[in-house]
């Protein structure tokens, strides 16, 4: 099946820094994709929706200028946490629509876990 | 809005034994209802979807009917296998590609 990879797979980094996570469609094109935050024993939430060649989509309640989304091409996404601070430690997931195939599918990251200090 | 409730776990199994998770939902609509299992170190996999009501859903032993009735999608497995440990999401979506999950189920089958 499709294969979507995140990098990093965990980070741990300094109050006040920026972090950057990547997603890549590994075998297939994606215009869509999507960034979710997962906290411990709880859902995965939607924070936006990721279009490339465009502007981000976010969810209500999701800052735009702490979570940076650029989708520069077809198979990379990236998230960015900007002035990243302890609150902002999560697990972080990506998805991605084969846009090739019709089924609706979505394939997902194995997911990156920050650790803000 | 769209939501789902998935049974707590973790939930500890033996081989051959009877897996139930209940999953209940909220929706404005008529949504798709999913089950999703990500296995230790991976991403989340589609395991099984129904797409309106009354649809069985089946994969890998697995099964799940979409009850609108009782706003239900109870996943369901006669035998299990230690190859089954992994979290279960139950998830909806109104439209094909966003998805609204449940707090997902921690499931540990021991031999």
């Known amino acids: 099946g499709a294969v979507v990879s995140q990098h990093p797979s965990w980070v741990i980094c300094k109050s006040g820094t920026s972090v950057k996570i990547e997603c890549r469609s590994l075998?297939?094109?994606?215009?869509?994709m999507f960034w979710y935050r997962q906290f411990p024993k709880q859902s995965l939430m939607l924070m936006a929706t990721?279009?490339?060649?465009?502007?981000?989509?976010?969810e209500q309640g999701v800052e735009k200028d702490k979570f940076l989304i650029n989708h520069a091409s077809l198979t990379l996404s990236t998230l960015t946490v900007t002035s990243a601070h302890p609150e902002d430690s999560s697990f972080y997931i990506c998805?991605?629509?084969?846009?090739?195939?019709?089924?609706?599918?979505?394939?997902f990251g194995e997911g990156s876990r920050l650790t803000v200090l | 809005g769209d939501s789902v409730t998935q049974m707590e776990g973790p939930v500890t199994l033996s081989e051959e034994a009877f897996l139930t998770i209940n999953c209940t939902y909220t929706a404005t609509g008529y949504p798709s209802l999913f089950w999703y299992v990500q296995y230790p170190g991976e991403g989340l996999q589609l395991l099984l979807k129904a797409t309106k009501a009354d649809d069985k859903g089946s994969n890998k032993g697995f099964e799940a009917t979409y009850r609108k009735e009782t706003t239900s999608f109870h996943l369901e497995k006669g035998s299990v296998q230690v190859s089954d440990s992994a979290v279960y999401f139950c998830a909806l979506s109104e439209n094909d590609y966003k998805l609204s999950f449940g707090a997902g189920t921690t499931v540990t089958v021991r031999a």
């Open positions: 075998d297939f094109q994606a215009t869509t």
């Open positions: 990721s279009n490339e060649g465009s502007k981000a989509t976010y």
């Open positions: 998805s991605a629509r084969d846009q090739a195939v019709n089924t609706g599918e979505l394939f």
